[in-house]
């Protein structure tokens, strides 16, 4: 059966950095293009990156230059450096895997989803 676990998650001061991972079990892992979603509360889920099976990047505009979606197909994992954080990044941080094809900027083109992890950026 499939699993996206992240990790990586936590409180930090505005400003600081957080890496979130996520380690993906029961598929074929490269074949699968990956993105970071975010939801915080009352607010709907948004993108935050994905990243192509062939390693293609894109982020969303309040993403750029601030966080870097990579990721390490030998270990099945992928990852979301994020830096200067601010409290409006506060939200619980989800990865999915998907292999349709297409953009991968909107929910419904991922097959599988992780569990999420919690970022708290304190101000």
């Known amino acids: 059966q499939v699993q996206l676990v992240e990790s990586g998650g936590g409180l930090v001061q505005a400003g600081g950095s957080l890496r979130l991972s996520c380690a993906a079990s029961g598929l074929t892992f490269r074949r699968y293009a990956v993105g970071w979603f975010r939801q915080a509360p009352g607010k709907e889920r948004e993108l935050v990156a994905t990243?192509?099976?062939?390693?293609?990047?894109y982020y969303a505009d309040s993403m750029k230059g601030r966080f870097t979606i990579s990721r390490d197909n030998d270990k099945k994992t992928a990852y979301l450096q994020m830096n200067s954080l601010t409290p409006e990044d506060t939200a619980v941080y989800y990865c999915a895997a998907g292999s349709r094809g297409g953009s991968y900027t909107t929910m419904n083109q991922y097959d599988y989803w992780g569990q999420g992890t919690q970022v708290t950026v304190s101000s």
């Open positions: 990243i192509s099976s062939l390693g293609s990047t």
